[in-house]
């Protein structure tokens, strides 16, 4: 549990890069929903303070005035215990709250937050939703990105966000095969710092001999794969993922444009050049679990991972895992809503592991898991080989 002073200053610093993080935007882009799956980000800035005020500001300040009554029912994201909800594909048509008055709901909120930090009253219990309100309000952190990456990059001009220069970033070392031993490994959260509930309990696997990448696939082998025909070429998909190809039609990770015979890649900064040396993204579990079959590899499990972690860098790109997102021994959802933040999505969602670009800073550990449907590529996702 983190001191009484350093968490104040914890929550203030992250509502301020929030802020920072929507500086480079036109008041348009504000409102923008293109795709279910993408938020527009005033929703966001209002909904990480919906958060606090709800599960706070109501319970511990006394005599705290709602900003507006309506606001609960905007911002409220998927907790089915706090009320009816705006359905996620609307967000994208409220035109009001107006993006000035989102900002004072913000200001208000994180000034009386501010004010509760001086009262006496019960810490333990407060100071562990502080944590959760931060930690989620990071979560909103990289999803604004990642959701302004998809309004922009959707827009006919492909402008420009701002100067992203870890984007894509290459790794500079040697690939290599680490050979992990066979034998019985300790997954899940364990000692202090922030973890979700998702993490635990701490339990024991075996795993059998393995070998697991020390580098990321780049977007020249996935280059490899495309001209060798991996689109077209049923043999190395899932029934559902030949089926989503297809459907869709599906010949290159997401961001991926052909232009005058050379790949270009939609980036913060605008249209560019591939590097083939990057670290290939924004791709689906499908193309995932293709590009391995390609390879004649496979994906890791979340808990190769996870055993496996500690002898090569991670935190470029969130990396899909072969594990189905699943409880662990032991797990108990928190009681009340914030019971439904991880427990009520267990099904139909595969686990990513590591972090990325877009991940905030003290937000990432080796036991986070990640997870989404296994057709979604708009968040910075890409792969490791195992065999």
Known sequence: MLATDTLLSFFQDT???????????????????????????????????WFFEEFILK????????FDPDFSFVFNSYYESMGKRVVRANRGNLSRPSVKKIYEYREHVTQAISKLFEQEIFREELNGLMEIGIHHEKQHQELLLTDIKYILGNNPLLPAYATFPMEHEAETHQQDWIAID???YEIGHQGDGFYYDNELGRHKVYLHPYEISNKLVTNGEYLEFMAAGGYKEFSHWHAEGWDWVN????????????????????????????????PLTHISYYEAFAFAQWKGCRLPTEFEWEAGQQYFPWGKRWEWTESAYLPYPGYKKAEGALG??????????KVLRGASVATPEQHSRPTYRN?????????YTGLRLAR
């Open 15 to 49: 509502r301020k890069h929030s802020e920072a993080l929507c500086a480079p935007l036109e008041t348009e882009d504000y409102v923008v929903q293109p795709i279910e799956d993408v938020s527009p980000p005033k929703w966001h800035l209002g909904h990480t303070t």
């Open 59 to 66: 319970k511990f300040a006394q005599g705290y005035t709602e």
């Open 182 to 184: 066979e034998g019985i």
């Open 247 to 278: 459907a869709e039609q599906v010949n290159c990770p997401q961001y991926w444009y052909r232009v005058e015979g050379q790949w270009h890649s939609y980036t913060m900064e605008g249209l560019k050049r591939i590097k083939p040396d990057a």
């Open 340 to 349: 439904e933040y991880n427990g009520k999505f267990m099904v139909s969602q």
């Open 371 to 379: 997870f989404f449907h296994p057709k979604l590529r708009w968040q």
